[in-house]
């Protein structure tokens, strides 16, 4: 079946190194999300990238989507301690109704100060 | 302050109990979602339901049943049948056709022992 996977599921950081995840889909996406979830906090959208190769950018964030629409990273600069939580990449699920998603496992980032 | 509320954030239960986990949302948001979270997994989809009066089971529904009788409201029993049901479960709504991004409410942890 669709499987949205994304590496590392670990990452620790020093506070101004950079840090990036990876998320890499079975299928080709129409679109793909970003959602950061703080610790004890609940998923909050932070970006949709809808063109290959499309890049966006949010401040010290980086969002990339492939060409082939099958892969996405996220890259921080200069990570701050308020960058902590876990990000998840997810994709439209094509075996359910318009509008599911299908999110990857995530990756905690921690960082230290 | 239009949201998703979810009560209450911490739930206690004695296994072999039903427990009803209330989610309401004033975002006039057509589409919402159950999401089960288990630690170092990534969001699995219980239910979802995509109007009033309709809803349809997601990857993981087993033990778990939903009602959708007005467009604010969303609420999941989680059932005796539910083999394993502690973990934090999160609602979710989405806006509608076009618009593929869901916000998240709070969450509630529930702890069955």
């Known amino acids: 079946g669709q499987q949205v996977m994304q590496i590392p599921q670990y990452q620790h950081v020093q506070e101004g190194e950079d840090f990036t995840t990876y998320c890499n889909s079975s299928?080709?996406?129409?679109?793909i999300q970003w959602y950061k979830q703080r610790p004890g906090g609940h998923p909050v959208f932070l970006i949709q990238?809808?063109?290959?190769?499309e890049v966006k950018k949010q401040k010290r964030l980086t969002f990339q989507f492939g060409e082939a629409k099958k892969n996405s990273s996220l890259h921080i600069t200069a990570t701050q301690t308020t960058d902590v939580g876990t990000y998840f990449c997810?994709?439209?699920?094509?075996?359910?109704?318009?509008?599911?998603?299908?999110f990857g496992k995530g990756t905690k980032l921690s960082v230290k100060p | 302050d239009g949201g998703i509320t979810q009560s209450p954030k911490y739930l206690f239960r004695k296994e072999g109990q039903n427990v009803t986990l209330s989610c309401e949302q004033n975002l006039n948001h057509d589409a919402m979602y159950w999401y089960r979270q288990d630690p170092g997994q990534g969001l699995r989809l219980i239910y979802y339901?995509?109007?009033?009066?309709?809803?349809q089971k997601g990857d993981i529904a087993e033990g778990y049943s939903v009602s959708r009788e007005k467009k604010e409201s969303f609420p999941l029993t989680v059932t005796s049948a539910q083999k394993n049901p502690t973990a934090f479960y999160l609602c979710?709504?989405?806006?509608?056709?076009?618009?593929?991004?869901?916000?998240f409410g709070p969450g509630t942890r529930l702890t069955v022992t």
């Open positions: 979710a709504s989405r806006p509608g056709t076009g618009m593929d991004e869901q916000y």
């Open positions: 990238l809808v063109k290959s190769g």
């Open positions: 339901s995509q109007i009033v009066n309709d809803f």
């Open positions: 997810a994709g439209p699920n094509y075996g359910g109704s318009q509008g599911n998603l299908i």
């Open positions: 299928t080709t996406l129409s679109n």
